[in-house]
């Protein structure tokens, strides 16, 4: 194996996440589903809470 082949494939590990995305920020995750299933999806309350879970997800490594 050559050197360069070893830092490739090590920054490929670095950048993937380490949870699955069902399991990554369940805190944000809870309030978003809670919010989506009393007032739907396109609600506009619900807005900021779907916003804070996708940058939750993409502060883990998620590609969102």
């Known amino acids: 194996m050559a050197w360069y082949s070893f830092w490739s494939r090590a920054k490929e590990e670095a950048e993937k996440p380490k949870l699955k995305i069902c399991c990554a920020c369940p805190e944000t995750k809870r309030a978003r ?4 299933t009393l007032h739907g999806p ?3 309350e ?8 996708k940058a939750c997800l993409r502060a883990e490594g998620f590609k969102v």
């Open 42 to 44: 396109e609600s506009a």
């Open 33 to 36: 589903d809670e919010c989506v």
């Open 46 to 53: 619900c807005a900021a809470l779907i916003e804070a879970h």
